[in-house]
């Protein structure tokens, strides 16, 4: 099979990208990113020379650079996205330009060339939960907090409409919070290991009440491998670790792993539209597809500190940026 990855410069397309050649070497992987902020090609550096690998630089806006590459593939693996809520607080228009847009000139070229569409999203384009709440699930109504989330609902409703419209073959996979290796170190997990490793206090939103379900990157891999592979055309699975935990757990948790104390939690105005609570449903996917979450979360946790502790030269240059 070849498959077009976009955004596998990013931390779940290049977990992935390592993931699927790992698992299936003979198939060919294109690899087309923009290289904004948060894309790394040294995230990727181990496998830039193997014959079935290339990376092209370019915008998933750019009809051209789309269509020609299209052409050349059986499957599109959609992780280009604008991601971090904070930012899209702070102008949500470019994440309008790249989730909604960019999804948008990728769902024409996979038309135009009868290609399969895979589109990746998340849990938050269901809103949030109260404490007691089910947990979110495929037949969960969109109600979408930051514009980060608005513009991936808006997205997995044009995926939909190509699909009823068209008749392309999609699917689409709604995942709770990834972590692991090569994550850039703005978001939660990495900027508290980094942080601490720097000896530097962790900011905390709020009193860190706020509830997420964290799922390890491979986890997700072997998620999206079983969709790609064995899910049924037109259909959404959702995608969940099955570990619910506090962001005060968590930063507890991490400062453990670090060997400090608990002064260095640092509470800070929390975030517009907080979201309270995430929870995902996976048994849609463990029934279909016999997916089901394998990385116990302190495991993972464990192996994620490590991976920032013997990978200091990766993340330092990042965190000027931030």
């Not at 990855?5 to 299936?24: P, Q």
């Not at 650079?65 to 702070?90: K, M, P, W, Y």
Request: charged share 25%; net charge negative.
């Amino acid at each position: 099979m070849k498959l077009l990855v976009t955004g596998g410069a990013g931390f779940i397309g290049s977990n992935f990208i390592h993931y699927w050649l790992a698992k299936h070497p003979t198939d060919e992987i294109i690899n087309l990113d923009l290289l904004t902020y948060a894309g790394n090609l040294a995230n990727l550096a181990d496998i830039a020379d193997q014959p079935n690998y290339r990376f092209v630089q370019g915008d998933i806006v750019s009809d051209e650079v789309v269509d020609e590459l299209v052409g050349q593939v059986d499957c599109i693996v959609n992780f280009a996205a604008e991601t971090h809520v904070d930012r899209s607080i702070g102008n949500g228009l470019v994440f309008v330009k790249t989730n909604i847009e960019g999804t948008a000139n990728l769902l024409e070229a996979a038309r135009r060339h009868g290609v399969r569409f895979h589109q990746v999203s998340t849990d938050e384009v269901y809103g949030d939960l109260g404490p007691n709440d089910p947990k979110f699930n495929e037949l969960s109504p969109y109600r979408p907090s930051s514009p980060y989330s608005a513009s991936k609902a808006a997205a997995d409703h044009l995926v939909r409409a190509y699909y009823r419209t068209y008749n392309l073959p999609i699917t689409i996979s709604n995942c709770s919070n990834n972590y692991g290796p090569y994550q850039y170190p703005e978001k939660i997990i990495p900027l508290f290991i980094t942080n601490l490793i720097e000896d530097r206090k962790v900011p905390l939103y709020g009193q860190g009440s706020n509830i997420r379900d964290w799922i390890y990157v491979d986890d997700h891999n072997a998620g999206l491998e079983a969709i790609l592979l064995h899910g049924r055309v037109g259909e959404t699975y959702c995608l969940g670790g099955d570990h619910e935990i506090s962001n005060l757990e968590l930063a507890k948790e991490i400062i453990q792993l670090l060997g400090k104390d608990e002064s260095y939690i640092e509470f800070v105005t929390d975030r517009p539209g907080h979201d309270w609570r995430y929870s995902i449903d996976f048994h849609k996917a463990k029934e279909e597809l016999g997916w089901e979450p394998q990385v116990d979360f302190i495991f993972g946790l464990e192996a994620t500190v490590r991976w920032y502790k013997e990978h200091e030269a990766w993340w330092r240059p990042l965190k000027i940026k931030i």
